[in-house]
């Protein structure tokens, strides 16, 4: 029997306001070479190497990792399979398997 743990996740990067007062948000534009460089972290197998702070995470737009960060705890240095990483012009799509 095999088995896996599976995800997905839109890295969005979500509106932010220029400043409190100002009534047009900006977009704070994907890191797209950050979150490859995260993809070929889980690839090798080193996902517990990748240390990050909230408010990094929120500075990059990259707050639905948080769930990933939990995952990362329960699977430990599995190597991920990356099945597809797709940039848009506001979010990055990632879909990723750990077989355990």
């Given at each position: ?20 007062t100002s009534p ?77």
């Open positions: 029997m095999t088995s896996s743990v599976r995800g997905r996740s839109g890295w969005c990067r979500w509106p932010r306001a220029a400043c409190p047009a948000p900006t977009v704070t534009p994907p890191d797209f070479d950050y979150d490859r460089e995260l993809l070929d972290t889980l690839r090798a197998g080193r996902g517990r190497s990748w240390r990050i702070s909230a408010e990094e995470l929120d500075k990059r737009g990259n707050i639905e990792l948080r769930t990933w960060i939990t995952l990362l705890g329960a699977v430990g240095d599995v190597r991920a399979e990356g099945h597809c990483y797709e940039p848009s012009w506001h979010h990055g799509n990632a879909v990723v398997e750990w077989p355990l």
